[in-house]
């Protein structure tokens, strides 16, 4: 007697696949955090050079765990999200920070927020660009934590400063609910990011030769809040890890409904960086939904010859808007530096190729990248460059 067909075994619904990759993230950060007692210092990744270094953490106090060996994974997932809603901000506490022979104490805001800046007599040698950054939290017992700042090697030649939102990743970034969908459901590793724009990080952060480790420094509008779905989006795509600065602190109450927002914060940011890294030329990306390419003629006009390169991705239907950004440019090439505008990473591509700022490997695995998921163009790209004595001296140093 033929025995009958096994039974197949039912699909997952995709609804509850992404709902447990989304719980199993959400949760992840209180797993992670460091501390005892409660009170945890969580460090973001920060930056710096041989001669001052930058780190931004936070400190807030959270339920313990209790251990359930019965709990399946998606009850602790649960759990964990709990502890996290309940977070509690810590103000006013100091936290020390040690690196290289260097010590200084940094005191939380209202949000629990403290930035740490010190000047290190002595940066421990290696060939990891990572270092780490000792913290301590006075209390009983101490808590203690290590943050990670990103110094560049010697063989580097440019920095690299990348919007994120509309530039890397598609718009909802800073809208929570959307980006967990766009995250989580519906192959998000295909449609989440623009094609290319990792290959082209990369390709930006190897250089020429494709070991210059150039350092790569992320700015995004979405709250603090979001940091680990970024890291995680980041991991998902192979992008260079980087420190991921935010323009606004999204500290939402009843009494503060809407974000709080610094004034010019992203010159600002920018300005910092151009004196913490003198002797490096840089790159700037944007898009052209917000005003970047505002801020960035303003960067490039205040310092000629700083910037090599400035690539705006068009997201924007209006044609007028490319004719706004093709006037702007006439700051950025009487600075002798050039202007990519274009929605194809692979005109960004062609152009760092031929100022040196990328290798024929990288721009051939942007091409790759590009070529099953091209983009239209919403208008002409255009690429405004100075000329050819300006360019050859504004090509990547070798």
């Known amino acids: 007697m033929t025995s009958p067909p096994p039974t197949p075994e039912r699909a997952t619904p995709r609804w509850r696949r992404a709902g447990g990759r989304l719980l199993a993230l959400a949760a992840r950060p209180v797993r992670r955090a460091q501390g005892t007692g409660g009170t945890v210092i969580e460090a973001y990744r920060g930056y710096g050079s041989t001669r001052e270094i930058f780190l931004i953490g936070r400190v807030f106090r959270q339920a313990r765990r209790e251990p359930n060996p019965e709990a399946d994974d998606i009850a602790a997932d649960l759990r964990d999200i709990a502890r996290r809603i309940r977070r509690r901000k810590v103000a006013d506490a100091s936290v020390v920070a040690r690196f290289g022979g260097a010590e200084t104490t940094a005191v939380t805001d209202r949000d629990g927020y403290f930035r740490v800046s010190l000047k290190p007599p002595n940066v421990p040698a290696g060939e990891d660009h990572w270092h780490s950054v000792e913290l301590e939290l006075a209390a009983d017992p101490p808590v203690r934590a290590q943050g990670r700042v990103f110094i560049p090697p010697e063989n580097c030649r440019f920095v690299v400063i990348s919007d994120i939102d509309d530039t890397i990743m598609h718009t909802g970034v800073a809208n929570k609910l959307k980006m967990l969908w766009r995250l989580f459901v519906a192959d998000a590793e295909d449609r989440v990011a623009f094609p290319g724009a990792a290959s082209l990080s990369r390709a930006l952060h190897a250089g020429a030769t494709g070991d210059q480790s150039n350092p790569m420094l992320y700015v995004s509008r979405a709250p603090w809040g979001i940091y680990d779905m970024l890291s995680e989006f980041f991991r998902q795509h192979g992008i260079p890890a980087g420190p991921v600065l935010f323009l606004r602190e999204w500290g939402l109450s009843w009494r503060h409904p809407l974000p709080r927002r610094a004034e010019d914060h992203k010159r600002d940011l920018i300005r910092h960086m151009l004196a913490l890294y003198g002797d490096l030329p840089f790159v700037l990306i944007g898009d052209s939904g917000q005003h ?63 100022l040196g700022l990328i290798g024929k490997e990288g721009a051939d695995a942007i091409l790759a990248e590009c070529r099953s998921q091209v983009m239209p163009e919403t208008v002409e790209p255009i690429v405004i460059e100075p000329d050819d004595d300006k360019a050859t001296a504004q090509k990547a140093p070798a």
């Open 292 to 354: 970047d390419p505002e801020v960035y003629a303003k960067i490039v006009s205040e310092n000629p010859g700083r910037v090599l390169a400035v690539y705006i991705r068009n997201v924007s239907r209006d044609p007028c808007r490319a004719e706004e950004i093709e006037r702007l440019s006439q700051a950025i090439l009487e600075a002798g530096s050039s202007l990519v505008l274009a929605g194809d990473t692979t005109i960004m591509a062609e152009h760092a190729l031929s």
